[in-house]
């Protein structure tokens, strides 16, 4: 079976970065395959969409004016500790990557990233998330 097939459900994602291009960009992506997408441009804005939305995964940038990825994260995990994360970084600073991983980042993307790898890592992500939700219940 083609991962895209057993993505059959729509997920629920959030794209938190400050960069209005990279924003639209995985908005236009992820929209085009059926997805719903809530976009934010920092970490403030994100927990304030939270309130509202549910997001399957998060596609998060690391650094960010004002709360950054880790911080960020670190907020969200206070309340949600199963949503998936991707952390996207131009930066490949080891500490960081090393508390990401504590706070269970699935995946590090570095900038510029390829977008087609980037949409293969959500791919198997959600079918993986969607097998786990089946089988529990």
């Not at 309130?51 to 004016?65: A, G, Q, S, T």
């Not at 950054?68 to 994260?73: H, K, M």
Request: proline share 2%; net charge negative.
């Amino acid at each position: 079976m083609i991962l895209s097939e057993r993505v059959r459900r729509l997920a629920n994602i959030l794209v938190v970065d400050d960069q209005l291009g990279v924003r639209r960009l995985l908005y236009e992506t992820f929209r085009e395959e059926q997805h719903e997408v809530v976009m934010a441009a920092n970490g403030k804005e994100a927990l304030k969409s939270l309130e509202n939305f549910r997001p399957d995964l998060i596609l998060m940038d690391m650094k960010m004016p004002g709360m950054n990825g880790i911080d960020t994260l670190r907020q969200i995990r206070t309340f949600n500790t199963e949503v998936g994360v991707i952390m996207m970084t131009a930066y490949g600073d080891a500490q960081n990557m090393e508390q990401a991983r504590e706070l269970g980042v699935l995946h590090y993307m570095s900038k510029p990233f390829d977008l087609f790898e980037l949409r293969d890592h959500v791919r198997e992500i959600l079918a993986n998330k969607q097998e786990k939700d089946s089988s529990a219940s």
